[in-house]
């Protein structure tokens, strides 16, 4: 008997775990795959040596969370170790130019006062005011949704920042991103580089809510940097597990849960696909997407039908594809040497082409020009590949999970297992024109198409990278819907964590440190 099963060994709910255990609380996670991770794992997927970030790869959000802050000794003594980016991101643009944010605030103010001296002096001022904005925006951002904890941080920003402040803050997290950036700069490029961050999540520049993602991003990296797993990105997952048997903490790998037990209307153990069946005497915790929660590991209740209806019509973002390479040299950007220092390079050369993108993929139509980010790992961590090699780590973004036909009208099916290879030419020929010869200097590739990203991890449906799109209607008190944003949901005993709840996707140990806190107390 534990006191909590956890089902799914995501960051999410080793976090939930992790808290726990440190409490007391036997624990015990189960988790599918055959390794722990969800969204989260490295391995060699093109040649020896060459260590990839399968899906995660940016841990910012993991390096500065609070659930860091409380456990930082506990998971470096377990293995956990970063290392930052000094050139962060930056867009090539097609009349080969570039435009990139690095530590140096100066370079970047220069490279931006290029295109616009105004927008060069804006971006220094953002950046002098988001020193003093950044603690109550990630208040804000840190607390249960709604919570004390959300009062207290509005209150605290209402003193140190005053009645407007608040206003335009939540004016900021309701406006478009082309609304914000055209309010604020003038160079179509910078307004690019940095609606770029929408497109991570799903917010093409003209959707309500995006604003916050084109603004948050690129001042947090700014500021805070982008930070790599140091060797991999799951040198989080493997600290946590290594923290979490050391306090007595179990791992069950590789079988899944099938249903979750009810008696008396509580939820008290979970049942395995080999049979096991694993009591849970406080709680079981789910980091698994609601939908195969309440669509598939319960017995349907009458008593919840109204809530099962809207939870199952909880809406996914759009498909994104990963392609990793093992490469013998950077990319040669056309752009600038340069460009070969930085984390990502985005491939997203304006507005009106991210607004394409976004139009045709959601209309089912594999995209004629993807919008694409390029991870170049090993420029911050070599030792992710042997000496003088290189990886890449290519994000499709945004695919249609279901392929109805493609925009450039020269690929015929609709199988992803069968036309991811011929839809990853395209994407190489769309890189080589940024950066030529990348092709010739390719050493292994792998492809995982949204419908392989589902397979890994049945939580990506439709290779949704975000767990459920994270429009408004999605997010914030809306996450995963009005009335059960705090993680509880209709059955007794039964918690959700993940990307499914707020603060969303993301690998910011948010909703399982969160939960964790909730069901046992402060670390
Ligand atoms: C391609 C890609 C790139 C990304 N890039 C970044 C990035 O650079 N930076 C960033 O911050 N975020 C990024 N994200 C988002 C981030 O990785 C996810 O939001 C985050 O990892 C989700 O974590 P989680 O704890 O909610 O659950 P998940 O990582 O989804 O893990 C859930 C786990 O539950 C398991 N599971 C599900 N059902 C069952 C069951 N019935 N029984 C047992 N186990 C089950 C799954 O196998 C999985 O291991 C990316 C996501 C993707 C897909």
């Known amino acids: 008997m534990y006191d909590a099963v956890v089902i799914g060994a995501g960051h999410n709910g080793l976090a939930a775990a992790v808290h726990l255990s440190a409490k007391g609380w036997k624990v015990a996670v189960v988790e599918q795959a055959a390794e722990p991770g969800g969204a989260v794992k490295t391995r060699e997927v093109t040649l020896p040596g060459f260590r990839h970030d399968l899906y995660a790869m940016n841990l910012g959000l993991f390096a500065g969370s609070p659930f860091l802050a409380a456990y930082r000794d506990a998971l470096t003594k377990h293995g956990l170790a970063f290392v930052d980016a000094a050139d962060r991101f930056a867009t090539a643009f097609p009349d080969d130019t570039w435009l990139g944010v690095s530590q140096d605030l100066d370079a970047t103010a220069q490279r931006i006062a290029v295109f616009s001296p105004a927008d060069g ?72 580089m940095m609606a770029a961050w929408g497109m991570h999540l799903d917010f093409p520049p003209d ?76 709680a079981v915790i789910a980091n698994v997407h609601p939908k195969l929660i309440f669509g598939k590991l319960l017995t349907a209740d009458s008593k919840r039908t109204a809530f099962d209806r809207r939870i199952l019509s909880f809406r996914s973002g759009p498909g994104t594809m990963m392609i990793h390479l093992a490469l013998s040299s950077l990319p040669d950007w056309r752009a600038g040497e340069a460009l070969q220092r930085f984390s990502y390079v985005h491939l997203a050369p304006s507005l009106e082409a991210m607004a394409q993108v976004y139009t045709e993929a959601m209309g089912g139509l594999l995209p004629n020009q993807p919008v694409l980010v390029v991870g170049q790992p090993t420029a911050i961590d070599p030792s992710r590949a042997p000496e003088r090699r290189h990886i890449l780590w290519v994000q499709v973004r945004v695919l249609p999970a279901k392929v109805r036909g493609d925009a450039a009208e020269s690929i015929s099916g609709t199988n992803w297992d069968e036309i991811k290879e011929t839809y990853a030419d395209r994407v190489i020929e769309q890189i080589e024109r940024y950066a030529p010869g990348l092709a010739a200097n390719i050493l292994g590739r792998a492809v995982l198409s949204p419908l392989d990203l589902e397979r890994d991890n049945p939580n990506l449906i ?37 990307a499914a709840t707020w603060p969303g996707a993301g690998v910011s140990a948010g909703s399982g440190f969160m939960l964790g806190k909730m069901l046992a107390g402060r670390a």
């Open 121 to 192: 002096q804006r971006w220094r001022t953002m950046v002098s005011e988001f020193a003093a904005d950044a603690p109550h925006i990630f208040g804000l951002l840190g607390s249960p949704m709604p919570s004390w904890g959300i009062v207290r941080a509005l209150w605290k920003a209402y003193r140190a920042r005053g009645a407007a402040w608040l206003g335009d803050t939540a004016r900021l997290m309701m406006s478009s991103a082309r609304t914000f950036l055209d309010a604020n700069f003038q160079s179509d490029k910078l307004k690019a």
């Open 207 to 282: 959707m309500a809510g995006g604003a916050l993602f084109a603004y948050l991003e690129s001042m947090a990296e700014q500021s805070f940097g982008i930070a790599l797993g140091k060797g991999g990105a799951d040198t989080i997952i493997r600290a946590m597990a290594n923290c979490l048997a050391a306090q007595g903490g179990e791992l069950h790998l590789g079988t899944a849960v099938e249903r979750i037990e009810i008696s008396d209307g509580r939820a008290n153990a979970v049942r395995l696909a080999d049979g096991r069946v694993l009591e849970a005497r406080r």
């Open 462 to 498: 439709g290779g949704d990278s975000l767990s459920g799109s994270h429009h408004l209607d999605q997010s914030f008190l809306f996450r995963p819907l009005a009335g059960w944003s705090r993680y509880k949901t209709p059955v007794n005993g039964l918690y959700l964590c993940g």
